[in-house]
């Protein structure tokens, strides 16, 4: 009678976590947040790594046309159907919109700092740096973009950045809000929203950069030379070159820094896989996945390596005791 009456338990619980699911709460354990394109939705991935699913879309009464999710997961920008920027906090009472201060601008792009503290918003030709995220958005400055500069490139790479609007790769905000990396006219630079614009290291394109977290150190993986580790970009710069360029590196799809700043890792697609650095043991170690990555996202200690699609989501679990790629089955609603 005993066995039987926790099996009843335990049918009740599972129909319980299932409703939850449909409805698109965010209670119970959340490994993070996913845009649905063409759902034109925010989704919440609901469980834990390895044991998780795509929740409904979470019910902000808008429709949308992006969203930017937050490092930490915490809050998101989203852009609405109205041609509205709005900010919401993503809790476990549910979301909650925060005042923009009558921001009506959209944004190409947001970027977000690796704590998600700061958020970088691209217009042409410039940049609105935001401090105090998420609780007390305020604007710290606005940067603005260099030009492409003289750099000699091939009529088909010119034609490409030309239409390429900016990616989280491509650019790179401490989380303190003040500087920004980018890859403009053959090198990396350092911009910051008091005016600064410096050369830190030769980089062609389709470089990719990233800052570590509460700090200015940085990485560059240039398609020539191979990833290059730069202590203090804001101040020193001193530079030392993790790793030449081989097939493991080819085509990255996104760098980043574990949350302690101790690791490095690339997403590679060539490779299929996350390459991880140990940068104080100066190691390297690869973890293959049966995916090839399209970008390396943060997610609080997890790295989201694809897109939200009809294919399962694909997550590297660098903060697990034993890293792992773990997938989330796609949606079948």
Not at 180 to 190: A, E, H
Request: glycine share 12%.
């Amino acid at each position: 009678m005993t066995t039987r009456l926790f099996r009843i338990f335990g049918l009740v619980l599972a129909a319980g976590g299932v409703l939850a699911a449909q409805q698109g709460s965010l209670s119970g354990p959340v490994a993070g947040f996913i845009y649905d394109s063409p759902g034109r939705a925010l989704r919440p991935i609901q469980g834990v790594p390895g044991a998780s699913l795509i929740g409904d879309a979470i019910n902000l009464n808008l429709d949308l046309t992006a969203a930017y999710v937050s490092p930490r997961q915490d809050s998101a920008f989203v852009v609405s159907a109205d041609g509205m920027l709005h900010l919401f906090r993503l809790t476990s009472a549910g979301p909650a919109e925060i005042s923009l201060g009558g921001i009506s601008f959209i944004p190409q792009r947001v970027v977000f700092s690796p704590a998600g503290t700061a958020a970088a918003l691209f217009t042409p030709g410039r940049v609105q740096v935001f401090q105090g995220l998420p609780g007390a958005p305020a604007l710290a400055g606005v940067i603005k973009l260099p030009a492409a500069g003289s750099a000699q490139v091939s009529p088909v790479t010119a034609s490409r950045s030309r239409q390429r609007t900016p990616t989280a790769a491509d650019f790179a905000l401490s989380d303190d809000g003040v500087y920004l990396l980018g890859v403009s006219g053959g090198s990396v630079r350092l911009l910051s929203v008091n005016g600064e614009n410096r050369s830190l290291a030769p980089a062609g394109a389709g470089a990719l950069v990233a800052f570590a977290p509460g700090g200015h150190d940085a990485a560059v993986l240039d398609p020539a030379a191979g990833l290059l580790l730069i202590r203090d970009a804001a101040g020193a710069a001193s530079q030392r070159t993790i790793a030449q360029l081989d097939d493991s590196l080819a085509s990255a799809a996104g760098i980043g820094f574990s949350q302690d700043g101790a690791k490095l890792y690339v997403a590679s697609s060539a490779a299929k896989g996350v390459v991880t650095f140990d940068l104080s043991a100066n190691s390297r170690s690869m973890m293959v996945c049966e995916c090839a990555p399209s970008t390396l996202a943060p997610m609080g200690s997890l790295f989201r390596l694809n897109e939200f699609g009809a294919a399962p989501l694909w997550l590297f679990d660098a903060g697990a005791p034993a890293p792992r790629i773990v997938f989330v089955p796609a949606p079948t609603n």
